[in-house]
C-alpha cells in the first residue's frame, strides 16, 4: 500500500483526509499523486513532493490505491478500467455495485467520513468487499484513524444513513449553535462574546460526551431532576418538540443520500 492516488483530490473532503495523514507519514508526499479538473489544487503547500496531475489515467498507473472522492454526479466523465485494482470511495450514494459495474474493480472499501478529519475528528464508518484484502483492510482503518475514528461496518446499507448522521459533520450541530448565538445577541450580549460562549460551550459539551460513560439521555435526565434553570429550559425545547425537528432532518437529509447527492 505504497502509492495513492485521489481521483478529485483538490476537493473539500480530500484535503481535510489527507493534510492529517501526510502529517502522520501514513502516506509520504512522493507517493501521493492528487487529480482535479482544473488543475487547481491547494492546501498542500506544506508537502511539496506531492504529484498534482488533471489525467486520471497517470494517476491510475502511479497508484496501489485508488481513492474516488468526486462529486457523484461527476463520475459520469470518469472513464477508467480498475479491473483488478483496490478502491476505496468516500463518495456519497454511490454503492460498491455501481463502482464495480462503472469501473470493474470488485477490491472497494466504501467509507463515509465527514469534514471534521481536517481536526482529526471524523466519525468514518467504512464498509468492504469480500474480495478486499488483510493488507488493503488495514491500510483503510490506518488511513481513515488518522483523521478521526474509523469504525469497520459489515452493512453497507447503513453508509446511507450514516452520510445523514454523521457526514454531515459539524452542520447540524452548526445549526443550534447559530440559534444559541443569535438568541444571546438578542438579550443583549456583544456579537463577539455570544461567539466566543457557544463556541466554547459546544468544545466543553462535546469534550464530556465523548469522555464520560453517562449517555446524552443520562446528562438530559440529571438536569432535569436538577429542577433548576437549565431544566425550564429543556422542559420549554421538550414542548417545542425539538426531536421532532432533528427526525425529520436526519430523514430529509437520509432520503436523499438513498436517492443519490451531489
Ligand atoms: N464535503 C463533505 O463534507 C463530505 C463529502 N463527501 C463526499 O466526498 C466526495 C467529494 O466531496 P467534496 O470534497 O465536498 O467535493 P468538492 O466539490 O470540494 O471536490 C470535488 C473534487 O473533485 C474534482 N473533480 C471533479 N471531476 C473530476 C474528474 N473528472 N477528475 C478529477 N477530479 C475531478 C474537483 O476538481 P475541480 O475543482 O478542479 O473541478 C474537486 O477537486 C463527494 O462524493 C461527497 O459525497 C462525503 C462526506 C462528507
Ligand atoms: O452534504 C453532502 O452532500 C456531503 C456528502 C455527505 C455529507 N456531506
Known amino acids: 500500500m505504497t502509492h495513492i492516488g485521489v481521483i478529485g483530490g483538490g476537493g473539500w473532503l ?13 502516506v509520504k508526499p ?8 482544473s488543475g487547481n489544487i491547494s492546501g498542500f503547500e506544506a508537502w511539496p513532493g506531492v504529484h498534482m496531475t488533471t489525467d486520471n489515467s497517470i494517476l491510475v498507473d502511479a497508484s496501489d490505491v ?23 470511495s468516500v463518495m456519497a450514494s454511490v454503492s460498491v455495485d455501481e463502482i464495480t459495474d462503472r469501473f470493474g474493480a470488485r477490491r472497494i472499501v ?8 481536517e481536526q482529526r475528528q471524523s466519525f468514518t464508518p467504512w464498509f468492504a468487499t469480500d474480495d478486499v484484502r488483510k493488507s488493503e483492510a488495514e491500510f ?19 453508509l446511507d444513513y450514516f452520510t445523514a448522521l454523521t457526514g454531515s459533520g459539524a452542520a ?6 447559530d440559534a444559541m448565538i443569535r438568541h444571546a445577541i438578542e438579550a443583549g450580549i456583544d456579537p463577539e462574546t455570544a461567539d466566543l460562549a457557544v463556541r466554547q460551550l459546544f468544545l466543553g459539551a462535546a469534550t464530556q460526551m465523548a469522555s464520560i460513560s453517562d449517555t446524552p439521555a443520562d446528562i438530559v435526565e440529571l438536569f432535569m431532576e436538577y429542577r433548576g434553570t437549565t431544566a425550564a ?15 425529520m432532518g436526519l430523514t430529509a437529509a437520509r432520503r436523499r443520500a438513498m436517492q443519490g447527492a451531489d
Open 14 to 26: 480530500a484535503g481535510a483526509l489527507l493534510r492529517p495523514v501526510l502529517a502522520d507519514r501514513i
Open 30 to 37: 512522493a507517493d501521493l499523486v492528487l487529480s482535479s479538473r
Open 66 to 88: 485508488i481513492v474516488f472522492s468526486v462529486r457523484p454526479s461527476d463520475l459520469d466523465e470518469i472513464d477508467l478500467d480498475l479491473r483488478g485494482r483496490f478502491v476505496i
Open 110 to 117: 466504501r467509507a463515509m467520513p465527514n469534514a471534521c478529519a
Open 140 to 158: 483503510a482503518q490506518s488511513f481513515f484513524s488518522a483523521s478521526g475514528r474509523a469504525h469497520f461496518i459489515t452493512n453497507e446499507h447503513e
Open 172 to 177: 447540524f450541530p452548526a445549526l443550534v449553535a
Open 233 to 247: 429550559g429543556l422542559s420549554a425545547m421538550i414542548d417545542a418538540d425539538l426531536a421532532h425537528a432533528v427526525f
